[in-house]
């Protein structure tokens, strides 16, 4: 069967093989990356370029193949290959691992592999060494004493190769090319690169040409007085409507096309209420069952995959299907054309996968049709706004963003701290109800509380449109928001979740989550005389947004208190094994952003932004020290500086001594001077000055007795006042506002 390659593909078919022939012959190994939006068809095109590679060449190179893969996408790549080589009688073998002949890969034969089985931190049976020497190491050496070049195609690249293990990987395989794969490329050392415009793709009818968030919906009207339906259902059912009105318009131009919406159910949390139970029973409701086969299930678990058969057909009868993470990357059903993505029990926005996204982009009959809306992907949503960026959907070993150590670092081997971790500290008890109620009287909570709260609703998009799903966007542009009243589920399952985001550093279970939430209860029964029967009252109350800020710190200060009280006798702060660096590579997640600070000793440096969960080892970046980090930038002494983290061995914390308790003190910055000597500081403003009178004592303590062992450390806490940075470094910590005369000043310059 003759296939006729779109103008783009013919393009970069032509592009590649003229790039990798130039590059073999070049000294050394090489990197190629191929940069093509997703829906433009990346597996068809690099299938022919290998096909147009081996083919007529008349300087006696021989080659051998390997393709690695995320998940099964391996399976689906090579399923792929087989196709298409069979239907053309092209010697290209497609092959696993056990299915290599005297093990080595063959002339022209392609190894696939899924990255996990030979990833050394994976336990993979391919990279472990064994009495055969059957390992992918061996199969390698054999294949290259054979004569042949290896290159090596790592498909969806953005989700392999950036971390250290596969650069690792790469180093042990030595492929004379590697070709990165991507509609979003990582790797910034590449010695070519081929890059598929998305316009030409756009334009070529293989892909929709935007999406539409939530359409129409700045018209439509809420009767506040009512509340029984809720935001999930009233965007399920603006999806529901939309996939049949696209059904319709199909038929009216004879196109064989049934529409499937997507439904991406959010990720199972420990101690809340499954998703998919709900779901289920919403679209009952509108008439969608397995039973009647207009409803698909696609789900991790074993028996969670029903009515999957031939639905990527364009004529199947599947209408819906449900979903987690299984189908973000490397599944194609062009006939997918909506998408509804509930929001993750939070408020705040989504960060959700371009691949994701990706599944509704593509056209299915790869043409544009003379109806504009068949020509839109369609994405509902109960959420606010939405980040897109390329997220971590795949597995949690890849990294997303890693800042590295300079190299011009030398060891500071400094004494740091951590504390020793007991079970009961770990989780709340019936302990922690009465030492609620003393927080509370301790802050003044009663008189904190509004009980004429503004109404707890769900803000959701109103009309929104993202034109390139391939391109990072912090904000979609949208119309305005639609705000629907919580009924009774959804004002539980925030109240729920806004226990469960409060509860760090102890773990988010169950029992846990309900200590907070009868804590609560019982305080609005003891204070204002609200019973069980007011509980859906108590919990607007606690989620209004003039009541939260107080909720939040009376629930603080609980934890505080109750930590004290579990961890008398048993609490111990100890020093590391090791001396303490500079970790030699920290590993962000999608809630960081990059920035441009040259000084830092992590490059490059990432800063935390908003709406990350409470269990991060990191903290936002504050306004003071945002301004510190300005100063220290700027200073003349500074050689580099470290933003420390927090809760963990990696980082840097000494101890101090509050309530009888030993403690680790996580401080703010290291900072390194020219001259050698070694600053610790922690940024403090307004009232947290006035409170860290132990902190500052213990961080005192611990310089000089670091300075008796021929250290050169110096610091304390440190503040900005009438644009001055001073610090206090006394052994005796006092702060007045008014009166800063026995503070330092800090100068760098």
């Known amino acids: 069967m003759w296939i006729e390659f779109k103008d783009y593909q013919e393009k970069a078919i032509v592009k590649l093989k003229q790039e990798v022939n130039d590059l073999l012959n070049m000294e050394g190994n090489k990197i190629c990356i191929f940069k093509s939006p997703t829906g433009s068809g990346k597996t068809l095109i690099v299938a022919e370029f290998l096909k147009r590679l081996i083919d007529s060449r008349i300087d006696g190179k021989k080659f051998s193949f390997i393709w690695i893969a995320v998940n099964k996408l391996h399976d689906q790549s090579r399923n792929s290959l087989k196709k298409y080589y069979d239907q053309f009688g092209v010697g290209l073998k497609c092959s696993y691992f056990e299915d290599l002949d005297e093990r080595k890969i063959g002339e022209n034969e392609i190894l696939f592999l899924n990255w996990a089985s030979i990833n050394k931190g994976e336990k993979g049976i391919i990279t472990r060494a064994n009495e055969r020497d059957n390992d992918l190491s061996n199969v390698i050496a054999r294949t290259k004493d054979e004569g042949r070049i290896i290159i090596l195609i790592i498909d969806e690249s953005h989700h392999t190769a950036k971390g250290e293990e596969s650069k690792s990987v790469i180093s042990e395989i030595a492929p004379k090319i590697t070709i990165e794969v991507s509609a979003t490329p990582q790797i910034s050392d590449a010695n070519r690169i081929v890059d598929v415009d998305r316009a030409e793709v756009r334009d070529e009818g293989m892909i929709k040409k935007e999406v539409i968030v939530n359409d129409d919906f700045e018209n439509y009207e809420i009767d506040k007085r009512k509340n029984d339906e809720s935001a999930d259902e009233i965007v399920l059912k603006a999806a529901l409507k939309k996939r049949i009105e696209l059904q319709k318009q199909f038929e009216s131009l004879n196109a064989n096309v049934n529409p499937l919406l997507l439904i991406q159910l959010p990720d199972t949390r420990q101690g809340m209420p499954d998703k998919k139970t709900e779901v289920l029973a919403l679209l009952k409701k509108f008439g969608y069952t397995t039973e009647n086969g207009n409803l698909a299930i696609y789900l991790s678990e074993k028996d969670s995959k029903i009515n999957l058969e031939n639905i990527e057909k364009n004529e199947n009868e599947v209408e819906v299907m449900i979903f987690k993470q299984a189908i973000a990357l490397g599944w194609d059903c062009p006939r997918a054309h909506i998408m509804v993505l509930f929001r993750q029990w939070k408020e705040e926005t989504l960060v959700f996968s371009l691949q994701t996204l990706g599944r509704i982009m593509r056209m299915p009959e790869q043409k544009h049709y003379s109806i504009s809306d068949l020509n839109r992907a369609y994405l509902y949503t109960s959420l606010s706004d939405i980040n897109t960026r390329v997220a971590n959907d795949i597995a949690h070993d890849f990294k997303v963003f890693e800042g590295k150590r300079r190299e011009d670092y030398e060891n500071i081997n400094l004494i740091s701290y951590h504390s020793k971790r007991f079970r009961e500290e770990t989780r709340l008890s019936s302990d922690f109800v009465p030492i609620f109620f003393q927080a509370a009287d301790e802050l003044k909570f009663k008189s904190h509380i509004s009980l004429k709260h503004s109404l707890v609703d769900t803000k959701i998009i109103a009309s929104g449109k993202v034109y390139d799903t391939d391109k990072e966007a912090k904000n979609i542009e949208k119309k305005g928001t639609l705000d629907i009243p919580k009924n009774e589920v959804e004002l539980q399952n925030a109240f729920d979740f806004f226990a469960r985001e409060n509860l760090a550093p102890f773990h988010p279970e169950l029992r846990s989550i309900k200590r907070i939430n009868d804590s609560l209860y019982r305080f609005f029964d003891k204070s204002f005389k609200m019973d069980v029967d007011d509980?859906?009252?108590?919990?607007?109350?606690?989620?209004?947004?003039?009541?939260?800020?107080?909720?939040?710190?009376?629930?603080?200060?609980?934890?505080?208190?109750?930590?004290?009280?579990?961890?008398?006798?048993?609490?111990?702060?100890?020093?590391?094994?090791?001396?303490?660096?500079?970790?030699?590579?920290?590993?962000?997640?999608?809630?960081?952003?990059?920035?441009?600070?040259?000084?830092?000793?992590?490059?490059?440096?990432?800063?935390?932004?908003?709406?990350?969960?409470?269990?991060?080892?990191?903290?936002?970046?504050?306004?003071?020290?945002?301004?510190?980090?300005?100063?220290?930038?700027?200073?003349?002494?500074?050689?580099?500086?470290?933003?420390?983290?927090?809760?963990?061995?990696?980082?840097?914390?000494v101890p101090y001594i509050e309530n009888r308790q030993e403690k680790p003190f996580y401080l703010d910055f290291i900072v390194m001077l020219n001259d050698g000597r070694i600053g610790l500081f922690d940024t403090k403003g307004g009232i947290y000055a006035k409170t860290a009178k132990e902190r500052a004592e213990g961080l005192a303590k611990y310089i000089a007795m670091e300075n008796k062992k021929s250290k050169k450390m110096f610091g304390g806490i440190v503040l900005k006042d009438k644009n001055s940075w001073r610090y206090s470094d006394s052994k005796k910590y006092e702060y007045n506002s008014n009166d800063l005369r026995n503070w330092k000043f800090l100068d760098l310059n």
Do not use: M
């Open 535 to 653: 509980w859906p009252k108590i919990q607007a109350i606690v989620l209004a947004e003039e009541n939260r800020q107080a909720v939040i710190d009376v629930i603080n200060r609980a934890k505080e208190l109750y930590q004290e009280v579990v961890g008398k006798g048993k609490h111990e702060v100890i020093p590391n094994d090791e001396p303490w660096n500079i970790p030699e590579a920290i590993n962000y997640n999608l809630a960081f952003l990059k920035k441009d600070y040259k000084r830092s000793i992590i490059q490059p440096y990432y800063a935390k932004t908003k709406g990350d969960d409470q269990l991060s080892l990191f903290e936002e970046d504050s306004d003071i020290e945002v301004e510190f980090i300005k100063y220290l930038e700027k200073a003349k002494q500074v050689k580099w500086w470290f933003k420390n983290g927090k809760q963990d061995g990696s980082y840097f914390a």
